[in-house]
């Protein structure tokens, strides 16, 4: 249950960082805002304050243009929420069909017209110090075409996937 758990508090964090910098916003802020408020007691605009402290540090952090502070911010971000989201939902494990709801409700926003898949990867590296190499990969974006230099390459601004000649 722990595990399913951790994995729909992954699963909620990455989906609200995606959301603290773009269009559906507000309406993330407020649901979200609700729930932690629910489960702690606390005022929902007073979340929502901690919520919009948040998105402004990541929205600062972009703006800078660097994509290593950036992504160190948007991985701070999800760490923090991850956290709050374990929590509550270990406090009170009947919440998780409400935060379920919520990232439905949050994926299938305007703006946001492609359903957005969340694959969850968790590794845990146990024993002693080792002198090894660990390699964690994944695909960020969808691939949708191969170019004649057999590279992939995205359907986004971002260039090409994977290495170059």
């Known amino acids: 249950m722990e595990a399913e758990l951790m994995a729909l508090a992954t699963a909620g ?17 407020t649901r979200i805002a609700a729930f932690f ?13 901690e919520l919009e402290a948040a998105r402004e540090d990541l929205l600062r952090a972009e703006s800078v243009g660097d994509e290593t502070t950036a992504g160190e911010a ?5 760490i923090e929420w991850r956290a709050r989201m374990r929590r509550s939902l270990l406090a009170d494990p009947e919440s998780a069909g409400e935060l379920r709801s919520i990232l439905e409700e949050l994926e299938g926003g305007a703006g946001n017209p492609q359903p957005q898949h969340t694959t969850i990867i968790s590794n845990s590296m146990h024993g002693g110090v080792h002198h090894n190499i660990t390699l964690q990969v994944g695909t960020i974006g969808r691939v949708d075409r191969i170019g ?4 992939a390459g995205s359907g986004g601004a971002g260039g090409q996937d994977g290495p170059r000649p």
């Not at 948007?74 to 999800?78: C, Y």
């Open 148 to 151: 004649n230099d057999g590279v």
């Open 37 to 49: 408020a629910a489960r702690s007691g606390a005022d929902p605009e007073t979340v929502g304050e």
């Open 74 to 78: 948007r991985a701070e971000a999800r």
């Open 13 to 29: 964090a990455t989906a609200l960082v995606q959301q603290m910098v773009g269009d559906g916003w507000e309406r993330a802020r």
